[in-house]
């Protein structure tokens, strides 16, 4: 497992989309879970979307649902993991600094504890103005 840099974040109105992406520099095993955490200032870590290499299985906090699609590159035959988050019909309350991370394992949505995640990402900002 490598770095993990994402890409994609910038500003935009209310009910506009934005596509973040995240790319792993190092192998990754296809049995990972990568996701996608935001944070505002003074508040937890939250985990908005998942995905899970193993099987593909797909995971979005209540929040995003049916708004937000993961999905992710990775697979036995590709093991450079890449996830994107894409972002449609953003409100204000998306406003936050987002970051991709991975780690072995199931994913542990809803709500998980970010300090099972072993890899993060440096964060890309998403503001969302009304």
């Known amino acids: 497992q490598g770095q993990l840099t994402e890409s994609g974040g910038g500003s935009v109105q209310a009910g506009e989309s934005l596509k973040l992406s995240c790319a792993d520099s190092?192998?990754?095993?296809?049995?990972?879970?990568l996701a996608w955490f935001r944070q505002v200032p003074g508040k937890e870590l939250e985990g908005v979307a998942a995905?899970?290499?193993?099987?593909?299985?797909?995971?979005?906090?209540?929040s995003v649902k049916g708004r937000f699609i993961i999905s992710s590159g990775i697979s036995e035959d590709t093991p450079k993991a890449t996830v994107t988050l894409q972002m449609n019909s953003l409100k204000p309350d998306d406003t936050a600094m987002y970051y991709c991370?991975?780690?072995?394992?199931?994913?542990?949505?809803?709500?998980?504890?970010?300090?099972?995640?072993?890899?993060w990402g440096q964060g890309t900002q998403v503001t969302v103005s009304s």
């Open positions: 190092g192998y990754i095993h296809h049995k990972y879970c």
């Open positions: 995905v899970y290499g193993g099987d593909g299985s797909v995971y979005y906090d209540n």
């Open positions: 991370a991975t780690r072995a394992g199931g994913c542990y949505f809803p709500s998980p504890d970010h300090r099972r995640y072993t890899t």
